[in-house]
C-alpha cells in the first residue's frame, strides 16, 4: 500500500491522501550488478510552493543490493506527451543528495515538465562505472514508465551539478548512441533531448585544478590517471562529442576554484567545433555553488526554463 499527497497553493492547506494496491516487478537490466525496478510509487513530501504539484518517491533499481530512489515531481493536472528531466546531484561523486534539485525540478513541474531527482551509486559504495550505470538505468526508467507518467520517451532531458553536472553530460553524450562501459551496453532507449550544467566537470584527461586531482575523483574513478589513463579519458564526456549530440545549456561561475570555468569553455568549442549546439552563461565572478542562492536561483530557473522550452517544447 502507499500513500500519496499533494500540495495544493499556500493558502490551500487541504492533503488528499488515499491507498491503492501496489504492483512491482523487476526487470534484469545492464548486467548482472543492476537491476531495474518497476513499482507503484511511496509518498515523500509536500513541495510547499505556490504551485500544485505532486512529489513521490520510487524505487528505480537495485545494485548491489542497494535500492536506488527518485523523487518523481509532477504536475497537479494530467496529460500525455510531457517532456520530462532527470536531475543528477553533486557531492564530488562520494556525497551529495537527490533533494539538492527538489527546487528545479519543483519550478520545471510547475510549468508542464515531468521531473526525477535522483539517488546513485556514490563512489565509496562503487567506483566508475556505477554512478554512470545508475545515471543511464534512471533515464531508461522514465523512458520505459513514459505512459503511466504523461511522458513523451523521445523527450527528455538530463540536469545536474558539479559531480551530477559530469554524470549528466556523460549520458547526454553517450545514451542512445550504442556507447559501452565496461563492457557492458547501457543505452537501449532512444537519445536525450537535451542537457542543462550547472558548474560541470567535462574533461579528465588534464588536472582539472593547478593543484592536481582531488580525492574524490581519484577515489571515483579507482585510482590515478598514471595508473588508468584510458579510464579518465573514457569518463570524459568532452572525448564523445560529435555532431548528433544534443544541445547543451552551460551555466558556470567564472570565479569557481573547484571546478573551474575553462571546462565549461573548452567543452562548449568541442560541441561548436563538431557541428552541435552549446550556450554557455557565465556567472561573472561567482563561485562553485552560486546557482543556489537568490538572485541567481531565479535567474538560472528562467534560463534553464526557457532553454527546455525551446528544446522540449519547441517554443
Known sequence: MYRERTSKRKNDASVIA???????FISICMGSCV?????????????????????????????????????????EKTGSGRPAVVFMHGGGWRRGSRSQFKPQATWLAERGYVCASIQYRLSDQAAYPAAVKDCKTAVRWMQENAEQYGVDPKCIAVAGGSAGGHLAALAAVTYGYGHETAGTILDEGPPLRAAV??????????????????????????????QNPERYAEAS?????????????????????????????????AILDAGARAELI????????????????????AQMETFLNRELKGR
Not at 510552493?49 to 536506488?68: F, K, N, R
Open 18 to 24: 488515499f491507498s491503492i494496491p501496489m504492483l512491482a
Open 197 to 226: 550544467i550547472f558548474n560541470g566537470v567535462f574533461d579528465f584527461r588534464e588536472p582539472i585544478r593547478e593543484d592536481g586531482d582531488s580525492e574524490n575523483l581519484v577515489l571515483f574513478l579507482g585510482g590515478s590517471r598514471k
Open 35 to 75: 537491476q531495474q525496478i518497476r513499482q507503484e510509487p511511496q509518498a515523500i513530501t509536500d513541495c510547499g510552493t505556490e504551485g500544485a504539484v505532486q512529489s513521490i518517491d520510487c524505487v528505480y533499481a537495485q545494485a548491489d543490493g542497494i535500492e536506488l530512489h527518485l523523487d518523481l515531481y509532477l504536475p
Open 282 to 301: 557565465p556567472a561573472e565572478g561567482q563561485g562553485h555553488g552560486w546557482f543556489n542562492r537568490t538572485p541567481y536561483l531565479e535567474e538560472t530557473f
Open 237 to 269: 564526456p568532452i572525448v564523445h562529442v560529435q555532431r548528433d549530440r544534443p544541445p547543451f545549456l552551460l551555466l558556470h561561475g567564472t570565479g569557481d576554484t573547484r571546478v573551474p570555468f575553462q571546462q565549461s569553455v573548452d567543452f562548449q568549442k
